[in-house]
């Protein structure tokens, strides 16, 4: 990481400013003041009963969508997609129109572990990492930047959207217990989740070390004592898990076309 020490040289990348010098320790090292995106799609789809990620929306397979999402936002700077390497070859031929670097990278058998081969990926050293889940296609650029923003402000930030339905708590055969749940201050989370590259690195040392189970970096982000910053989405950005919800977010991306091409 950048040190007192560093930054011999700059050089501007995609409008963003590459520095690479000696550190402290002697390497040569190369930091990009933007956002690295690692979009994980390693997942068997064994819910859904296919291949969800290669599922096509208004004939644009799902991975591809969240890619081509991310391509587009100026403020990142390579793409890291982690997913079976078959996966990836049924869409690699496809035109992502992109002039940023996209590796692939196998996944782990748990999130955390496909998050940190993703990590380990990396071309450069990025000043953030943004982690989406390629099975969220509707993700728009306009909300990939608001989280890159308050990220570089925070240190940590993710999308999410309030908590607005009746919540009920039920017993083992589904029956509601008498308790009310209180969604003041409740947040459904979503990704991407952005956080400044050191943090994340210390967050999965902890949940390494630990052998905690995370589902998301948030959480992972809590165990080292750090809060993240949530963001508004105001626009739908549902995941892909059961068939219908292919339907559903053809039905969304409908409305979407018709309310900008009125």
């Known amino acids: 990481l950048v040190g007192s020490e560093m930054c011999i040289r700059d050089r501007t990348y995609r409008g963003q400013v590459q520095r690479q010098g000696t550190g402290p320790n002697g390497i040569l090292q190369t930091v990009m003041s933007c956002c690295a995106a690692i979009i994980v799609a390693a997942?068997?789809?064994?819910?859904?009963?296919?291949?969800?990620l290669l599922a096509p929306l208004h004939g644009?397979?799902?991975?591809?969508?969240?890619i081509?999402?991310?391509?587009?936002?100026?403020?990142?700077?390579?793409?890291?997609?982690?997913?079976?390497?078959?996966?990836?070859?049924?869409i690699d031929s496809a035109d992502l129109e992109t002039g940023i670097p996209i590796t692939r990278v196998d996944g782990g058998a748990e999130r955390h572990e496909s998050v940190q081969n993703g990590l380990a990926a990396l071309l450069y050293t990025p000043e953030l990492v943004a982690v989406h889940d390629g099975a969220r296609p509707l993700i728009t650029v306009e909300q990939i930047s608001r989280c890159i923003q308050t990220a570089r402000e925070c240190g940590a930030a993710a999308s999410a959207r309030p908590v607005t339905d009746t919540l009920k708590r039920a017993d083992s055969e589904r029956f509601t217990l008498p308790e009310q749940v209180d969604r003041d201050g409740l947040w459904c989370m979503e990704t991407p989740q952005v956080f400044q590259y050191p943090l994340l690195l210390d967050a999965y040392v902890e949940v390494?070390?630990?052998?905690i189970r995370v589902t998301d970096e948030v959480t992972a982000l809590q165990l080292i004592g750090h809060p993240t910053r949530l963001v508004h989405n105001h626009e739908p950005n549902p995941k892909i898990t059961w068939p219908e919800d292919i339907s559903h977010a053809e039905m969304l991306l409908e409305l979407t076309h018709r309310r900008n091409d009125p």
């Open 43 to 52: 997942g068997s789809s064994r819910r859904a009963g296919f291949d969800k």
């Open 60 to 66: 644009v397979r799902v991975l591809e969508r969240s």
């Open 68 to 90: 081509r999402a991310f391509a587009n936002c100026r403020e990142v700077s390579e793409i890291v997609v982690v997913c079976p390497e078959e996966r990836f070859r049924a």
């Open 208 to 211: 390494s070390e630990r052998d």
